[in-house]
């Protein structure tokens, strides 16, 4: 991916981004009270689980990078946004920790997650804090922007809950019961609407209007759902050793991604196979006739169709906020390198 | 309590708030996601676990209360502050939701817990989903004091977060370890901020500079703290027909509330006596003992002066936002109230 132009663009961008975010983000997280900061500084991969400074990668970057374009794009200074790009990292990773109590994660970029380290009660405080952080730092912000992004980053916080809800109850029903418009719903709540909402405040703070914003925010979300399609298709048919994970690992996990959802929607009798495979456990056997139950349903070719369509989406309401496009390369490196990125 | 003048006063203009602020409380929960907001309903007892209506009580509303009458007690208009009542009433129970998790609570307000009907992860994420909700409210309130708001509820929460990670931390430490000043700074987090912080809410709102606020807010953390210790007080030697708990519950769950730290931290024969009752099993002979050892330990007096101590030091910061007391009448019912009630 990074052998093309656009991806060695976003790799500069994110590298850029996070050099100019890391500090705002660290004193933000520094600025934490003790007990809550230690959980926080170890989740950013700043501090080994004993305290010592570690210099781990506190992510990519890649919804700050979104901020900072986004008011880039629309002829803005990006420096005035980066107290803006640290709130949605800050709010980015309150999900994080959360989601792995929730899920029960155990690792995270290549760690024992926080919960694990510290307990379940301190990661919920910790990302309990993290997102009040986040809120705080733009309540502080004397722009003139400030108020607009709290009341679109408070929204939207609201919006991944239900995301994040959605997910968790589709992981509990049966195969049958989850629709393809659920499925893509959950989606967009849990990924695409951060991903909307980063570009929507780096527009607030250009000076954008709201109508700007929103052409903004409806950018990053069909992007994020884009993205969200080929992280899926890679779940299934990504290389293990560009992944980390191995071959097959969210059919093994049962998961309803969403060519698993497209496929037993799909009434073919290879989505039958796969709905009475999804019944039982799912040994390397039925991983790989999953797989191509997956296939033959239909379920791959749907997602590649729908991500080159979200994307094709994405690029129409980017040109409503930034008609000359031109200004907007950078939005678009960082929108072709989260749907083409390995894990 | 409520034979009282105050405590007439008190429940009268509680249940006055209630009437006030309850129909922008249930709007903003209702205004939430389904998923989610079937959660909160159920926790603020407007419906059952099944969904059905319910016409439970979503608390007394102390803290809406406060935000009301610290703006009329600075000459304000209290109506422009009802989205700040409710702000801090969802903040409120935000915490509650989350302590309960995180406590592994059974019931709260004689009804089980959100997390024993509806599971840990649809708790964890309700209250995030309100935390967020309380921040969007005041986000977009119009209100000239709305911003200064915003900063001070998101400062409070990640107060609170340390207040309840330090409470946490201190139920897992031996006696010996925990000290009273840090006991009494974890009870300022975790009681005191947001008693204080929603004063504070209700002078912003009132047109107070930044120096009257101030002194609001330290007026209801420290009627806050006397309320704590008061509490704890009846946690130990409140009559069970009024409290609603057994006899001695505090102690015979080993809490390590003010009386029994400042009993444990008293260098006398009996607050040894007592340090060696809690490296122990707590059966009714022990609690019996152990009570008897908090006060002759010197416990039970040191929780009652601190509290007269307290609470002479909220009405000083009082009179220091309203010179003329009489202005502050509702303010000092409140905190009579407060620090007599029974639960």
Redesign the interface.
């Known amino acids: 991916m990074s052998d093309t132009v656009e991806g060695r663009e976003a790799v500069a961008l994110l590298e850029r981004t996070r050099t100019t975010v890391h500090p705002q983000l660290r004193a933000s997280v520094e600025s ?5 900061r230690r959980v926080a500084m170890y989740h950013f991969g700043w501090e080994h689980a004993d305290g010592t400074p570690a210099a781990g990668s506190a992510g990519k970057a890649i919804r700050p990078a979104l901020v900072l374009a986004a008011a880039r794009a629309l002829g803005g200074d990006p420096q005035p946004a980066v107290r803006a790009a640290a709130a949605v990292e800050l709010a980015h990773n ?1 999900t994080l920790l ?1 989601d792995d ?2 899920d029960e994660d155990p690792t995270r970029r290549h760690r024992p997650t926080a919960w694990t380290v510290f307990g ?3 990661a ?6 993290m ?3 986040a ?2 730092l ?3 912000d004397r722009h003139p922007a ?2 607009a992004a ?2 679109r980053l ?2 939207c ?3 991944l ?2 995301g ?3 997910d ?2 589709f992981e509990e029903r049966a195969p049958h019961e989850v629709s393809l418009e659920d499925c893509l719903g959950m989606a967009m ?1 849990k990924t695409g609407a951060l991903l909307g909402c980063a570009c929507a405040l780096g527009a607030l703070y250009a000076g954008a209007d709201e109508e700007e914003a929103a052409a903004m925010d409806a950018f990053g979300r069909e992007a994020g759902l884009a993205f969200q399609l080929i992280d899926d298709l890679i779940g299934i048919w990504g290389d293990p050793a560009r992944t980390g994970k191995p071959v097959g690992a969210d059919l093994a996990a049962h998961k309803k991604s969403l060519p698993v959802v497209a496929a037993l929607a799909s009434g073919t009798p290879a989505g039958a196979e796969l709905a009475e495979l999804y019944g039982g456990p799912m040994d390397a056997a039925a991983v790989s006739r999953a797989t191509a139950a997956v296939d033959r349903a239909g379920g791959r070719d749907w997602a590649q169709l729908q991500a080159a369509d979200r994307m094709a989406r994405a690029v129409h309401e980017l040109s409503r906020a930034v008609p000359d496009l031109a200004a907007a390369g950078d939005l678009l490196a960082l929108a072709e390198f989260v749907t083409r990125r390995t894990r």
Do not use: K, M, N, W
């Open positions: 934490l009270p003790g007990s809550v309150f959360h109590v929730i379940t009660p301190d919920i405080i910790a990302g309990d804090a997102l009040a952080l809120l705080r733009l309540a502080e400030a108020a709290s009341e408070a929204a916080v609201i919006e809950c239900a994040q809800q959605a968790c109850a709540a």
